[in-house]
């Protein structure tokens, strides 16, 4: 029922900064929580931040890796979740995933950020 389209991923140099953008199309609950998980070579998926919608608490959540320097947002208008992401590190590289969960959980295809050192 739910599409996601992911973009702005990119190569930046260390201290750089990168908008991601996540699209939601499809039959869009009022109460749903979506995010950026992200996953390195040969590491596992981890979560990066999360946002949900007011009805379902209106709560952020973030790795303690990117507290002070990534921002989430939505714009419920355009059903879409932004990753701001400032200060880059190199350990920051990573394929980036957005994660929708209603009633399930929807994955988009992932877009790679690369830092340079």
């Known amino acids: 029922q739910v599409q996601l389209a992911e973009s702005g991923g990119g190569l930046v140099h260390t201290g750089g900064s990168l908008r991601l953008s996540c699209a939601a199309s499809?039959?869009?609950?009022?109460?749903?929580?979506m995010g950026w998980y992200r996953q390195a070579p040969g590491k596992q998926r981890e979560l990066v931040a999360t946002i949900a919608t007011i009805l379902s608490g209106g709560t952020t959540n973030y790795a303690d890796s990117v507290k002070g320097r990534f921002t989430i947002s939505r714009d419920n208008a355009k059903n879409t979740v932004y990753l701001q992401m400032n200060s880059l590190k190199p350990e920051d590289t990573a394929v980036y995933y957005c994660h929708f969960y209603s009633l399930r959980d929807y994955w988009g295809q992932g877009t790679q950020v690369t830092v340079s050192s």
């Open positions: 499809g039959i869009i609950s009022s109460r749903n929580v």
